[in-house]
């Protein structure tokens, strides 16, 4: 157990709608990571957030956002879906200075858009 | 553009032999390496990391090796147990930039007892 949680697990939603995935940290965590694993594919980084503040992004949609609320809990908000964004995604956290710190990753969230 | 490449999906190896997962990177920048090991309906918990400063890192079975010249790294798993059956990422980043993680699409690791 790495001490990441996410939820849902699992969710199933159709085309055109929008999902919200949540993301818990690690105890003392301070940065949070958002990664999608499409089928057969390494993983790709979205965003990072630390202590609230979007710090770094990477290959995320327009119709993606985030955010960390105060209690640095993270929401990978997922709108106007398409069969495309059917993928896993994970959340990791690390304690976020610019170290070599390792990021340790939730178990997912596995989306599947029809 | 695949920074982090490894070329081999899937890897088979007798219980009690030595394991060799390879990968290799195109961006100079990365000065930070991590392998990461994944089973089925879990995330990738952390295995090992290697600082670009270094060549080598053990930890218990687990040993990596870094060639700088050749952008060329490898994990080293012995003796290989069953419960080394996993998908196997190897990841890295750059301290110049932010601390995202650039991924391999992985290798997935059979032990045959």
């Known amino acids: 157990d790495s001490g990441v949680t996410q939820t849902p697990k699992h969710l199933i939603t159709a085309t055109g709608q929008r999902v919200t995935l949540r993301c818990s940290p690690r105890?003392?965590?301070?940065?949070v990571y958002w990664y999608q694993q499409s089928l057969d594919q390494g993983l790709q980084f979205l965003i990072q957030?630390?202590?609230?503040?979007?710090?770094a992004k990477g290959n995320i949609l327009e119709r993606f956002s985030a955010q960390q609320f105060p209690d640095l809990h993270s929401e990978l908000n997922l709108s106007s879906l398409e069969l495309g964004d059917s993928a896993l995604y994970f959340c990791?956290?690390?304690?976020?200075?610019?170290?070599?710190?390792?990021?340790?990753f939730g178990p997912g969230t596995r989306l599947t858009v029809t | 553009d695949q920074q982090v490449k490894q070329n081999s999906p899937s890897l088979s190896v007798q219980e009690g032999r030595i394991s060799i997962l390879n990968c290799d990177y195109t961006?100079?920048?990365?000065?930070?390496f991590l392998w990461y090991k994944k089973y089925p309906a879990e995330g990738p918990t952390f295995l090992i990391s290697?600082?670009?400063?270094?060549d080598k890192n053990e930890d218990g079975r687990f040993t990596v090796f870094l060639n700088k010249s050749a952008k060329h790294l490898s994990l080293h798993i012995v003796p290989s147990q069953p419960g080394d059956s996993a998908v196997y990422f190897c990841?890295?980043?750059?301290?110049?930039?932010?601390?995202?993680?650039?991924f391999g699409t992985g290798t997935r690791l059979t032990i045959i007892p």
């Open positions: 990791a956290s690390s304690v976020g200075t610019r170290d070599n710190s390792e990021q340790y």
């Open positions: 105890s003392g965590d301070l940065s």
């Open positions: 957030y630390y202590n609230g503040e979007e710090r």
């Open positions: 961006n100079s920048m990365f000065d930070y």
């Open positions: 290697i600082s670009s400063i270094k």
């Open positions: 990841a890295a980043k750059s301290n110049f930039g932010n601390e995202k993680l650039t």
